[in-house]
Each structure stands twice: as structure tokens, then as C-alpha cells.
């Protein structure tokens, strides 16, 4: 199990729009995949995620920070860095998130569920967007009370 994981991490650590293919091979075939934006099932599905990622962002990469397995589960804990294609500024962005991972008997991927949040570690950091969403994030704090 072990071997399957370190494969997957290395797989997303070193993913390029080439390589996307590659990683297919260790999903199974009627796998599930689940984040904030997508919930899809197959590998062809899968696949095209990935490739809808490099087309939307510039020089996206997955750094897995932890691993914790209780075979079939695996928990990945990861960084993902990237730049908006859009954006003039390129600074380099990062979500901070984990995927917890089942693996079926053959060893393959068959369930991936990927864990962010959204509106912290993306829309806040979109101009305008974000600067409403701090606004609420700040309105929803519980306040000091009036001195009498």
C-alpha cells in the first residue's frame, strides 16, 4: 500500500499536462472524484479535471506536506501553489488542503475527495470579491460589548 501511495504522491508532486495520462492509470476506471468545484466519477472524468487545471492556471503544483495510511484510506495533506492566468500581477497563490483517498483491492484510486475552503483560500484573494468577503468574514465575529 505503501508503494501505491508514495506512486500517487510522486505522480502529483511532478503532474504536468503530459503526464496527466499517467496519473489516470492509478485511479480505477468508475472512480470518484470530489473538491469544491467538481463532483465527477470515471477516469476520463478525472483526467479532464487536470487538464482543465493547466489551462486555467499558470505553473500549478501540488506539494503533499503529510501522509497518514489506514489502508484503504490514505490522508494527504498538501499545498497547492499557482498563478491566475488572468491576473496582471503574478503572484504566486496557495491553497492550503487535504484529499482523503480509498483504495480499492487492486490498489487503484477509487475514491478521491479533496478538502478547501473555497472562500478563504480562493475568492478571498480575488480583487473586488475579496474585499466583500473579508467585510462578512469581519461582520460575523462576535463583538465586545458595550461599556455602560
Not at 480505477?28 to 470530489?34: G, I, L, P, Q, V
Not at 465527477?40 to 503533499?64: K, S
Not at 490522508?75 to 499557482?82: I, K, S
Request: with cysteine.
Amino acid at each position: 500500500m505503501r508503494d501505491r501511495v508514495e506512486a500517487l504522491v510522486r505522480s502529483f508532486e511532478t503532474l504536468t499536462p503530459q503526464s496527466v495520462a499517467e496519473l489516470g492509470r492509478l485511479y480505477a476506471e468508475d472512480c470518484r472524484f470530489k473538491d469544491p468545484f467538481n463532483d465527477i466519477r470515471g477516469r476520463d472524468e478525472l483526467q479532464a479535471v487536470f487538464r482543465h487545471m493547466f489551462e486555467q492556471l499558470e505553473a500549478p503544483r501540488f506539494i503533499v506536506r503529510d501522509r497518514v495510511v489506514d489502508a484503504p484510506r490514505v490522508l494527504l495533506t498538501w499545498d497547492f501553489q499557482f498563478r491566475f492566468r488572468r491576473w496582471r500581477r503574478g503572484d504566486t497563490q496557495t491553497i492550503h488542503g487535504a484529499s482523503l483517498l480509498v483504495f480499492d483491492a487492486a490498489g487503484l484510486v477509487a475514491s478521491h475527495r479533496d478538502y478547501w475552503d473555497a472562500a478563504e483560500e480562493l475568492y478571498e484573494k480575488v480583487p473586488v470579491l475579496g474585499g466583500l468577503l473579508r467585510w462578512l468574514k469581519r461582520q460575523g465575529r462576535p463583538r465586545a460589548p458595550l461599556k455602560k
